[in-house]
């Protein structure tokens, strides 16, 4: 019979804390691991097609670790490496540091993780429904022409989609993307917004290949995995992560390496890594304006527990119906969220459209994260637009001058 482990108890505080510890947000993050230092560090950065200040899986390590140039990022993600000696070719073929598949949402994942995807691939080869129908023969010669020619976007495989909707795929598409879910393809690179798909055989390190772990082992690892990026969280913050089912994560989370706590005011039993509670979280926080992607926040009811805001990406609202706005981007600051901004850019202008400021105390904080990620998408002035509290408009717009200026 398992002794059960004892309980530790955390205030509110040090559990926001944690949070924002292992999140990259509070202390000195590690500059020199960079964009892949962070992608491993978070387990996922998640993808999506919405650019408005930048894209998502640039605006994470934006976040993180101030302004990195927007190619570095790109590099980062997708370059391979080879293995060389001064005088010698290389002693391997070069090797992805990263690859995409459905995480969280469609997400980018450290290249070693791949083997502990294995239990949604199966997961997949199994699906007995489909929303696009696979054309007769389409999976075969995709796979065909992938072996023949090399690594191909769906545009070269024969053509993305059958008519302008993007929802309306053609079979190459169809069949690329099956072939994705299966890992017979894997995609390790995007030019400009496109999947460049190859074959898994030849894009994924041998070494990670064909360690096909049992379902038990996959899911042991994302919960652990979770549990650390998160640093303190409940059984559905943990399922959320990687996108587990509930009992997925009770049937192994008892042998994951995470400690049972109680947080206060949670009113549900949560689990946390035990590195997280050796030291107490100290340092500098960050401020900066958050992708409604990032990880930190990407789960509503958990930023509602730890943070007591309450937001959600309003880009698929009618406009009519929009409180804050398109693409509303909260606003970290002192460890804690303090407003929201709705960016746009144009020339060579950031425009704050619409901010929700927490007070006058929020002012400085906003007028810096503005200042920065204007300056980071290389914006020589920053306008704004609307405040929802009016008479704080003037003091932003003023703070905004001192630090443009």
């Given at each position: 019979?398992?002794?059960?482990?004892?309980?530790?108890?955390l205030?509110?505080?040090e559990?926001?804390?944690?949070?924002?510890r292992?999140?990259?947000?509070?202390?000195?993050?590690?500059?020199?691991?960079?964009?892949?230092g962070?992608?491993?560090h978070?387990?996922?950065?998640?993808?999506?097609?919405?650019?408005?200040?930048?894209?998502?899986?640039?605006?994470?390590?934006?976040?993180?670790l101030?302004?990195?140039?927007?190619?570095?990022i790109?590099?980062?993600?997708?370059?391979?490496?080879?293995?060389?000696?001064?005088?010698?070719?290389?002693v391997?073929?070069?090797?992805?540091h990263?690859?995409?598949y459905?995480?969280?949402?469609?997400?980018?994942?450290?290249?070693?993780?791949?083997?502990?995807?294995?239990?949604?691939?199966?997961?997949?080869?199994?699906?007995?429904?489909?929303?696009?129908?696979?054309?007769?023969?389409?999976?075969?010669?995709?796979?065909?022409?992938l072996?023949?020619?090399?690594?191909?976007?769906?545009?070269?495989?024969?053509?993305?989609?059958?008519?302008?909707?993007?929802?309306?795929?053609?079979?190459?598409?169809?069949?690329?993307?099956?072939?994705?879910?299966?890992?017979?393809?894997?995609?390790?690179?995007?030019?400009?917004w496109?999947?460049?798909?190859?074959?898994?055989?030849?894009?994924?390190?041998q070494t990670?290949?064909?360690?096909?772990?049992?379902?038990?082992?996959?899911?042991?690892r994302?919960?652990?995995?979770?549990?650390?990026?998160?640093g303190?969280?409940?059984?559905?913050?943990?399922?959320?992560?990687?996108?587990?089912?509930?009992?997925?994560?009770?049937?192994?989370?008892?042998?994951?390496?995470?400690?049972?706590v109680?947080?206060?005011?949670?009113?549900?039993?949560?689990?946390?890594?035990?590195?997280?509670?050796?030291?107490p979280?100290?340092g500098r926080?960050?401020?900066?304006?958050?992708?409604?992607?990032?990880?930190?926040?990407?789960e509503?009811?958990?930023t509602e527990?730890?943070?007591?805001?309450?937001?959600?990406?309003?880009?698929?609202?009618?406009?009519?119906?929009?409180?804050?706005?398109?693409?509303?981007?909260?606003?970290?600051?002192?460890g804690?969220?303090?407003?929201?901004?709705?960016?746009?850019?144009?020339?060579?202008?950031?425009?704050?459209?619409?901010?929700?400021?927490?007070?006058?105390?929020?002012?400085?904080a906003?007028?810096?994260?503005?200042?920065?990620?204007?300056?980071?998408v290389?914006?020589?002035?920053?306008?704004?637009?609307r405040?929802?509290?009016?008479?704080?408009?003037?003091?932003?717009?003023?703070?905004?001058?001192?630090?443009?200026?």
């Open positions: 019979m398992t002794t059960p482990r004892p309980t530790t108890d205030s509110a505080d559990a926001r804390r944690i949070t924002l292992a999140q990259g947000f509070l202390g000195t993050p590690n500059r020199r691991s960079g964009v892949r962070i992608l491993r978070l387990g996922a950065v998640q993808l999506d097609t919405i650019s408005v200040l930048a894209r998502s899986h640039e605006l994470i390590p934006y976040a993180r101030g302004a990195v140039d927007r190619k570095t790109e590099t980062a993600y997708w370059t391979t490496t080879s293995t060389t000696s001064t005088d010698a070719p290389p391997q073929p070069p090797h992805p990263a690859f995409e459905w995480s969280h949402a469609a997400c980018i994942l450290p290249i070693e993780e791949w083997p502990h995807f294995a239990f949604r691939r199966r997961a997949y080869r199994n699906r007995p429904h489909w929303n696009h129908e696979l054309p007769d023969g389409a999976y075969d010669q995709v796979i065909k022409q072996r023949t020619e090399g690594p191909l976007t769906a545009t070269e495989l024969g053509g993305a989609k059958k008519t302008s909707e993007w929802w309306d795929w053609s079979g190459s598409k169809v069949a690329a993307e099956r072939a994705l879910m299966y890992g017979e393809v894997v995609c390790v690179e995007r030019r400009g496109k999947r460049v798909y190859d074959l898994a055989e030849r894009a994924i390190p990670l290949l064909h360690d096909e772990l049992d379902d038990t082992e996959c899911l042991r994302l919960v652990r995995l979770a549990g650390q990026s998160l303190v969280g409940t059984r559905a913050d943990i399922a959320d992560y990687h996108r587990l089912k509930g009992e997925q994560v009770d049937a192994v989370i008892a042998d994951s390496g995470l400690v049972p109680t947080v206060e005011g949670w009113g549900k039993p949560a689990w946390a890594d035990p590195a997280a509670l050796e030291t979280p100290r926080h960050r401020t900066t304006l958050l992708s409604p992607f990032d990880s930190l926040i990407w509503r009811a958990r527990r730890i943070f007591g805001f309450t937001h959600r990406l309003e880009a698929y609202v009618p406009k009519q119906k929009r409180v804050y706005g398109y693409f509303a981007m909260p606003v970290l600051a002192g804690r969220l303090v407003g929201r901004v709705d960016p746009a850019r144009e020339g060579s202008t950031l425009v704050a459209k619409q901010v929700t400021l927490d007070g006058p105390k929020a002012v400085p906003v007028a810096q994260a503005l200042a920065e990620a204007a300056s980071w290389n914006c020589t002035d920053v306008r704004v637009e405040v929802d509290s009016p008479h704080l408009r003037e003091p932003l717009a003023s703070e905004l001058t001192r630090i443009v200026a």
